[in-house]
């Protein structure tokens, strides 16, 4: 499907808009703002489902098997939220809990089905997918200038800061809760799109692309160490984890590095706005700004100079992270890492004792010239032939395959080999020390070289990784100390497993099929066993049991396991968005909010949309120790 730019950029301003009134809608928590977009989402998705039906119809002997198995998959991937809001509907049949409840579960989810299946379709065409990045980074923007505008008293909305003396629930004495009214809930958000932003930054795709990301990566960082809410902070925590684990040995350690930097850069933006923020908030934030207290004498706080610095430290150190960043991919390009360059022009890349340079020449010939100990180069003549040199202490070999295809085996003490993938591609493999290689293949289909990441790399990234952390636990924790170490008294997280508990006396009920939408609010208080008041059970996953049963939690676990898997074969690195979002859902009521799934729908469908490249190429990278 070649769609033009035309609609392409309608399509992204589309899901821009959705997430953006999403967001100022209170995040569309409340059922009454959730109708209107609910009635657009349900339609579009409805229209959506006719034109790919259609097409699938009228390119029927047009199209291949593996085009058309693509086509149905997202009917597939969009049948996971539909059969969700199928169960509730059935969940009408048994008489449940809350009538208005069930209703308004069964058309949420028959409202994210419509939105994510406009998103997949405009993804079968591969170009689109830089559109609707395009879209979620200006989500994440506002997010960000959205939340910390309301803390600097900038912008002024209902609940956007929560305010409180009481060190149990806040030990700095305010809190960033944003246009979601909820501190806990836009610090998930928040956290998930710096991940995002220190992901797009260690794959390096343009300088563009990487000045948006380190810019926009400290603001979002400071804005979830306002929230101060500890839930987010350890979800992040896994999500950074994840990110770490999964990345290869190179970007593992930019991932460092870029880290370090970010939190230093995040943590400085975050005190200065400690002292900036509050002292506007408590002049028009709730009656806690007319007490005393820590509200009250931060009323004193000069206005305007300090909110300056704050957000003057956070662009220089958005600008630091930038230039960090462009740092590391030079040294990378170096000191051992090697890329395709554009046009399919390929480079060689050498080891630690055994240097090498490969530069690429017109249309798509590689050619790689070595020196020193032991040092090789491959080379492509004209018409796919192949040609290589060798050095003193190392044998090479070179030579072309059929179809512009090309390999060199060079060595010094430790051979490497380099080999063809099917198509015309060209990939290598290196081993032992001073080794490289230098392949081509038929323009567009050069294949990138890995090498395991150089000292001079590591040597880099663990020292500014270190200190980078040394002083954002040092900046965040002199803060919310006082928070953290009551806890175990009588903590927000004490008060989380009194509802577990009684939830899971609740499921005990009905374990099967649930009691319907609407469960725990309609009936907590006939199982509970100590005194509170909350209409939500704060776990997602428990909530959704409670509707609809272990039948019904494991189809929602199916869903969104389909979708991993697919993020996970395709790009696993990036799963670490995600783990954030759902991690933090495990111990707070996120997915209560409609905002929350379609920004999960929008990064999974990015993520696990393979998307055919322009003129159906792809480049191949294989990397060997």
Not at 214 to 238: I, K, N
Request: some cysteine.
């Amino acid at each position: 499907m070649a769609l033009s730019v035309v609609i392409r950029a309608a399509a992204a301003f589309w899901i821009a808009a959705v997430l953006a009134v999403a967001m100022f809608r209170s995040g569309l928590y409340f059922d009454t703002a959730f109708y209107r977009i609910g009635m657009m989402l349900s339609a579009a998705g409805a229209l959506a489902a006719c034109g790919m039906a259609w097409r699938l119809a009228r390119l029927k002997g047009r199209l291949s098997g593996e085009r058309r198995k693509a086509a149905l998959s997202h009917y597939a991937a969009a049948a996971g939220p539909l059969g969700v809001s199928a169960l509730y509907a059935l969940s009408l049949l048994r008489g449940p809990a809350s009538w208005q409840a069930t209703i308004e579960q069964g058309l949420r989810w028959s409202a994210y089905a419509g939105f994510l299946l406009v998103v997949l379709m405009f993804l079968e065409d591969g170009r689109f997918r830089l559109w609707l990045a395009a879209s979620l980074q200006l989500a994440g923007a506002l997010l960000a200038a959205g939340g910390l505008a309301g803390w600097f008293g900038w912008i002024q909305y209902p609940g956007m800061v929560m305010l409180s003396g009481d060190e149990r629930l806040s030990a700095t004495g305010a809190r960033l809760g944003g246009f979601f009214q909820y501190p806990n809930m836009y610090g998930a958000a928040a956290g998930a799109f710096v991940l995002w932003q220190l992901a797009l930054l260690v794959r390096e795709r343009g300088i563009a692309a990487s000045a948006w990301s380190a810019c926009t990566a400290p603001f979002c960082f400071a804005a979830m160490l306002l929230t101060e809410s500890r839930g987010a902070w350890l979800a992040f925590a896994a999500g950074w984890l994840a990110g770490l684990l999964l990345h290869r040995s190179e970007e593992r350690l930019r991932w460092l590095a870029c880290s370090g930097s970010l939190a230093a850069a995040g943590a400085i933006g975050y005190r200065l706005a400690l002292a900036a923020g509050p002292g506007h908030a408590a002049a028009g934030y709730g009656e806690a700004a007319s007490g005393g207290g820590i509200a009250g004498l931060w009323r004193s706080a000069p206005p305007g100079a300090e909110a300056a610095l704050a957000v003057a430290a956070l662009a220089i150190g958005g600008a630091a992270l930038f230039g960090l960043n462009r740092k590391l991919a030079a040294v990378a390009a170096e000191g051992g890492g090697g890329a395709a360059a554009p046009d399919g022009r390929a480079r060689s890349v050498a080891g630690e004792r055994g240097d090498s340079l490969g530069a690429a020449a017109p249309g798509g010939r590689t050619r790689s010239v070595a020196g020193g100990r032991g040092d090789s180069a491959g080379a492509t003549a004209s018409g796919g032939r192949a040609r290589s040199v060798a050095g003193e202490r190392g044998d090479s070999l070179g030579a072309a395959a059929p179809g512009g295809r090309a390999r060199s085996v060079a060595g010094e003490r430790g051979d490497s080999a380099g080999a063809t993938a099917p198509g015309g591609q060209a990939m290598s493999v290196s081993g032992g020390c001073g080794e490289s290689a230098g392949a081509a293949g038929t323009p567009g289909e050069s294949a990138a070289i890995a090498v395991p990441a150089s000292r001079r790399l590591a040597a880099i990234a663990w020292p500014i990784f270190t200190i980078g952390f040394c002083i954002a636990f040092w900046t965040v924790w002199s803060a919310v100390e006082v928070r953290v170490e009551g806890e175990g008294r009588s903590g927000t997280a004490v008060a989380r497993l009194a509802y577990y508990i009684d939830g899971w006396t609740l499921l005990k009920e009905a374990p099967l099929f649930g009691q319907g939408g609407g469960t725990w609010r309609a009936l907590y208080a006939s199982v509970q066993r100590e005194p509170y008041v909350s209409g939500e059970v704060h776990n997602g996953y428990l909530n959704v049991a409670l509707d609809l049963g272990a039948f019904g939690l494991a189809v929602f676990l199916a869903m969104l396991g389909v979708f991993l898997l697919r993020i996970g074969r395709r790009d696993a690195a990036m799963l670490a968005v995600p783990v954030v979002l759902l991690t933090h859902a495990a111990i707070d009521f996120d997915m209560s909010y409609g905002y929350y799934w379609i920004l999960l729908f929008c990064w999974l469908a990015l993520h696990s949309s393979s998307g055919r490249r322009r003129g159906g190429r792809r480049t191949n990278a294989v990397s060997k120790r």
